[in-house]
């Protein structure tokens, strides 16, 4: 039996040198056995990456498991509510977020849509579980359609388009703008019926400010130079 000079260790017969520090290994009262297999391979293997079939088996069978004992426990156990939608619901939105990750080639545009109608459906799934009040075909789908729309008008802008990051900038200010406007203006005709814009003027002024700035930088050269070399974009 050799133990390393350096840092002590035990070392296998058919070790030349300490696995852990590299000391080489001088034992006369024992020579190296060189004949028998050593006992771990000598040289560091790398593990390739998870193969996406394989992630999406265990991301899959994960959700799966949780929505179905989910649904168990709420039919046999903890009864009295549906509370179990809501995470069964839960887990399909997920699983909709996840797709991209899983099929890898799945088009970005197609990939939000779902999105959206992933969004859409899980408020659907609390509007069934809290019926009455409308607020799901009045506020809730409307807003997830328009966000939908707007996220999916900026992808484009920055996939086809190619646009600027001052040009992205005022592209979502406007878009924030937009969906603040409509925010308020759905709201007021949900618990009012009619329509004011008020809070959401403050918003519409800043974003119209900012992007007024930002379309006089892009438009003249010397100017977007300026932005450009002082914050490095
Ligand atoms: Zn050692």
Redesign the pocket.
């Known amino acids: 039996m050799s133990y390393?000079?350096?840092?002590?260790?035990e070392?296998h017969a058919t070790c030349s040198a300490?696995?852990?520090?590299?000391?080489k290994v001088l034992n006369p009262a024992q020579p190296v056995d060189r004949e028998s297999p050593a006992p771990f391979p000598g040289r560091r293997g790398d593990v390739g990456p998870a193969q996406k079939g394989d992630l999406m088996i265990l991301i899959s069978i994960i959700l799966a498991v949780t929505a179905g004992v989910c649904g168990l426990l709420n039919l046999l156990i903890f009864r009295g509510t549906s509370w179990s939608l809501y995470v069964i619901g839960g887990c399909a939105l997920l699983w909709v977020f996840f797709l991209p990750v899983f099929l890898g080639r799945i088009s970005p545009y197609v990939s939000l849509l779902l999105d959206g109608a992933g969004i859409a459906m899980y408020f659907g799934i609390i509007a069934w579980l809290h019926p009455g009040h409308g607020w799901y075909l009045r506020i809730a789908f409307p807003l997830t359609v328009l966000a939908t729309g707007l996220i999916l008008l900026f992808a484009v802008c920055v996939r086809q388009i190619h646009a600027s990051i001052l040009s992205r900038a005022a592209l979502v200010l406007g878009e924030i703008a937009v969906f603040t406007v409509a925010v308020e203006l759905l709201l007021d005709l949900f618990f009012r019926a009619a329509l004011s814009i008020t809070w959401s003027a403050i918003v519409l002024t800043c974003c119209v400010i900012i992007d007024a700035a930002l379309i006089t930088i892009i438009r003249r050269a010397g100017l977007r130079e300026e932005v450009r070399r002082r914050m490095h974009i």
Do not use: S
């Not at 390393?4 to 260790?9: P, T």
């Not at 300490?18 to 000391?23: A, I, Q, S």
């Open positions: 390393c000079v350096n840092c002590g260790v070392l300490c696995p852990l520090c590299g000391t």
